[in-house]
T-cell receptor, first 112, second 112 residues
Framework: SQTIHQWPATLVQPVGSPLSLECTVEGTSNPNLYWYRQAAGRGLQLLFYSVGIGQISSEVPQNLSASRPQDRQFILSSKKLLLSDSGFYLC???????????FGPGTRLTVL | GESVGLHLPTLSVQEGDNSIINCAYSNSASDYFIWYKQESGKGPQFIIDIRSNMDKRQGQRVTVLLNKTVKHLSLQIAATQPGDSAVYFCAATNSGYSTLTFGKGTMLLVSP
C-alpha cells in the first residue's frame, strides 16, 4: 500500500531564516506530487506541483520554491521566511491526472 | 478558471440526524469531483468521488449527488455521528490535465 510522509510535523522559525520541508511517498512510482498551504480556518492553496523528477510548476508567485530530486521526494524551500509564510503545509500525491489526491499528515509552520 | 465554493461555513446537527453539505463549481468542463474530510491538525482524508458520467454515488453512510445542469454537488451523511465532526471540502477538476480546485470548506459540528 502507498504511504506519504512529511517532516517535520511542527516547526517554529524566525523571520528571515531558511526553510526546508520534506515529503516522501512509498509504494508507488512516478506519482504527481503537490504542495499546498492552508491558513487557519481557510481552504487549501496549491503552491507547486510536479509530474516528474526535476519538473516543477508554480501556481502562486512567492518566496517559496520546490524541488523534486527523486521520483518520490518533494521538497519545499525558502531562503528567507516571512511572517506570512506561517501555516499548515500539506504534501499530496496522485497516480496521474484525474484521480484523487492523497494527503500527508502536514507540517505546522510558525514564523515569529 | 475554476472556482469552487461551499454554501455554508458551518453546519450544526444532532447525532443521528442526516447531514447535507453543498458545493457549487463554476467550470462546466469539470468532470471529476471529490469530497474530503479534514480533522483538526490532520491532512484531508478522501471520502468519496464522482465522475461526470454519474449523478449519484454511494459509499458507507455517505452519498454524493452531482447536478451538472446547475453545477452543484452535495455530500449526504446518514446517521451523523460525533466522529463525523470535521471540515469537509469539495474539490473539482478537469481530469484531462488539471489540478484540483478546492472549496473553502464547511465545518460540520455534531452534538450528542
Amino acid at each position: 500500500s502507498q504511504t506519504i510522509h512529511q517532516w517535520p510535523a511542527t516547526l517554529v522559525q524566525p523571520v528571515g531564516s531558511p526553510l526546508s520541508l520534506e515529503c516522501t511517498v512509498e509504494g508507488t512510482s512516478n506519482p504527481n506530487l503537490y504542495w499546498y498551504r492552508q491558513a487557519a480556518g481557510r481552504g487549501l492553496q496549491l503552491l507547486f506541483y510536479s509530474v516528474g523528477i526535476g519538473q516543477i510548476s508554480s501556481e502562486v508567485p512567492q518566496n517559496l520554491s520546490a524541488s523534486r530530486p527523486q521520483d518520490r521526494q518533494f521538497i519545499l524551500s525558502s531562503k528567507k521566511l516571512l511572517l506570512s509564510d506561517s501555516g499548515f503545509y500539506l504534501c499530496a500525491w496522485s497516480p496521474g491526472w484525474g484521480n484523487e489526491q492523497f494527503f500527508g499528515p502536514g507540517t505546522r509552520l510558525t514564523v515569529l | 478558471g475554476e472556482s469552487v465554493g461551499l454554501h455554508l461555513p458551518t453546519l450544526s446537527v444532532q447525532e443521528g440526524d442526516n447531514s447535507i453539505i453543498n458545493c457549487a463549481y463554476s467550470n462546466s468542463a469539470s468532470d471529476y469531483f471529490i469530497w474530503y474530510k479534514q480533522e483538526s491538525g490532520k491532512g484531508p482524508q478522501f471520502i468519496i468521488d464522482i465522475r461526470s458520467n454519474m449523478d449519484k454515488r454511494q459509499g458507507q453512510r455517505v452519498t454524493v449527488l452531482l447536478n451538472k445542469t446547475v453545477k452543484h454537488l452535495s455530500l449526504q451523511i446518514a446517521a451523523t455521528q460525533p466522529g463525523d465532526s470535521a471540515v469537509y471540502f469539495c474539490a473539482a477538476t478537469n481530469s484531462g490535465y488539471s489540478t484540483l480546485t478546492f472549496g473553502k470548506g464547511t465545518m460540520l459540528l455534531v452534538s450528542p
